[in-house]
């Protein structure tokens, strides 16, 4: 037996709002969508069935719930996003900046890290880290 990391819950106000923008940002799908929850998935991962084996080769997803309080503290758990070698890392930062997402200041010294950090436009904090080819 293996239990599998199937989603990750993001708390929101906007379910449907975090759920597109996450799903464009990441170029996934929206798979299910109700006043209390969004699901999106990566646009390559299979709706079907799967087996057991298939099952186990899938990465997670992510769920958006409803909260009623607005977030006041930093994450304790995150998003890393990174680029490929090939991807322009600054355009990308600038998209995503473009699409909404705010520089964040969690206490890192920007001088040495090799990442920025960003917040959704709900106050989520995310990391894009350096580019990288694996």
């Known amino acids: 037996m293996a239990l599998k990391w199937y989603t990750t819950v993001v708390d929101c106000r906007d379910v449907a709002a975090q759920a597109r923008w996450w799903a464009e940002v990441l170029d996934w799908q929206i798979v299910y969508e109700a006043p209390g929850e969004a699901v999106i998935i990566p646009r390559h991962a299979p709706t079907d069935p799967l087996s057991a084996q298939e099952w186990t080769h899938i990465g997670p997803g992510l769920v958006f719930v409803p909260v009623a309080e607005q977030k006041s503290i930093k994450n304790r758990l995150h998003i890393d996003l ?41 106050g989520n904090e995310f990391c894009v880290l350096s580019a990288r080819d694996r």
């Open 82 to 122: 990174a680029p490929h070698l090939d991807d322009d890392r600054d355009a990308m930062i600038n998209e995503l900046l473009g699409k909404g997402a705010t520089r964040v200041e969690v206490g890192q010294d920007t001088t040495t890290v090799t990442w920025d950090v960003l917040a959704d436009p709900e």
